[in-house]
């Protein structure tokens, strides 16, 4: 957990959330309170989704990027997952930047629920809810940090009584 306390305390983040098809991107504002859908890019091979990927984070100029970690229900690594990581691994190799993961479990049916209340529908729904699930696990990652930054804090104000 050190890593991710040793982040820039501003500074855009960028979330992904890889996909077969499409590849969703969202961003965190410069202060890392809220995430926003950015974008949904196709889905190529392996190294031009990397390539795709830093392009768009050394564009919005982030100080981290995220990917979506898809666990099963009971919280283990399959296929998806290991897809995941080998992403986010590549990512680490080209990308000057830390490079985080994050369980996504939920993310995507969460994304549909909220696009469906909204009455967003059939092609307009498909090309939305990866931005959308990219803003919900980037936005678990950025409360996951302010929680860490919190209890880094106090622990050092503890420690200085």
């Known amino acids: 957990m050190s890593e991710i306390r040793a982040l820039p ?9 890889l996909g077969d098809v499409r590849i969703g991107l969202a961003v965190s504002d410069p202060l890392q309170m809220l995430a926003s859908p950015h974008e949904t890019i196709p889905a190529g091979q392996v190294n031009e989704n990397v390539e795709a990927v830093i392009q768009r984070a050394e564009n919005l100029d982030v100080v981290a990027i995220v990917v979506g970690l898809p666990l099963n229900k ?4 399959g296929p998806a997952a290991e897809k995941s990581l080998r992403f986010a691994a590549a990512l680490r190799r080209q990308y000057g930047r830390p490079v985080f993961t994050q369980d996504e479990r939920f993310t995507t049916s969460i994304a549909l629920r909220a696009l469906r209340a909204e009455g967003v529908r059939g092609k307009a729904q498909r090309k939305a809810v990866d931005a959308r699930a990219a803003a919900n696990l980037l936005q678990t990652f950025l409360d996951r940090l302010r929680h860490e930054r919190t209890r880094s804090t106090a622990d050092e104000h503890r420690r200085t009584e």
């Open 9 to 17: 305390t501003e500074g855009r983040i960028l979330g992904v959330d």
């Open 74 to 77: 009971q919280g283990e690594a």
